[in-house]
T-cell receptor, first 115, second 112 residues
């Protein structure tokens, strides 16, 4: 399977713990995006990378959140001192931008539950 | 700031009906618009991407139209099937940049 993969698929944690999610994009895609989706809402943008450079961060990304893409391939999203409000589906997407076309392909998501 | 609205929020139809889902956006300066499908608890599957220079895009029983000047798009599903039951999301790049802004989606149920 050459699609976007995410690990883990589900994570249950206690409030105050740190969690880390991983995303493996489609091979050779130069852009990687993180979104967050809560129940009944559309996904909301968190941050994105072009190769290893983090180009934009949303105001939703508080200082408890950090994302990396160290070698321009996979990416990690870490949430420190989790809060119940962090409970959501975290989606990763990748794309290969050509001209004005930037079709994003999404992974299956990581569902986070903070107790 | 780009905002996307989808109407209706939910729709239930009998199998075989043709249906239309609506999407509107506030900033018409977009490069493209994308329609996605999301099954419960799953990620997003890209259905169609319409470039700003296009007015329509078709894939099988799906047809998406784009009226950039009025800030509207529609997704037409022909001869609906129970397997079409899912949430359909519309998304546009935020103010010309590439992070997507999504609507809340339309939850479709096709009853056999």
């Amino acid at each position: 399977d050459t699609g976007v993969s995410q690990d883990p698929r589900h994570k249950i944690t206690k409030r105050g713990q740190n969690v880390t999610f991983r995303c493996d994009p489609i091979s050779e895609h130069n852009r990687l995006y993180w979104y967050r989706q809560t129940l009944g809402q559309g996904p909301e943008f968190l941050t994105y990378f072009q190769n290893e450079a983090q180009l934009e961060k949303s105001r939703l990304l508080s200082d408890r959140f950090s994302a990396e893409r160290p070698k321009g391939s996979f990416s990690t999203l870490e949430i420190q001192r989790t809060e119940q409000g962090d409970s959501a589906m975290y989606l990763c997407a990748s794309s290969m931008r050509t001209g004005f076309t930037d079709t994003q392909y999404f992974g299956p998501g990581t569902r986070l539950t903070v107790l | 700031k780009q905002e996307v609205t989808q109407i209706p929020a939910a729709l239930s139809v009998p199998e075989g009906e043709n249906l239309v889902l609506n999407c509107s956006f506030t900033d018409s300066a977009i490069y493209n618009l994308q329609w996605f499908r999301q099954d419960p608890g799953k990620g997003l599957t890209s259905l169609l991407l319409i470039q700003s220079s296009q007015r329509e895009q078709t894939s099988g029983r799906l047809n998406a139209s784009l009226d950039k000047s009025s800030g509207r798009s529609t997704l037409y599903i022909a001869a609906s099937q129970p397997g079409d039951s899912a949430t359909y999301l519309c998304a546009v790049p935020s103010s010309g940049n590439t992070p997507l802004v999504f609507g809340k989606g339309t939850r479709l149920s096709v009853i056999a």
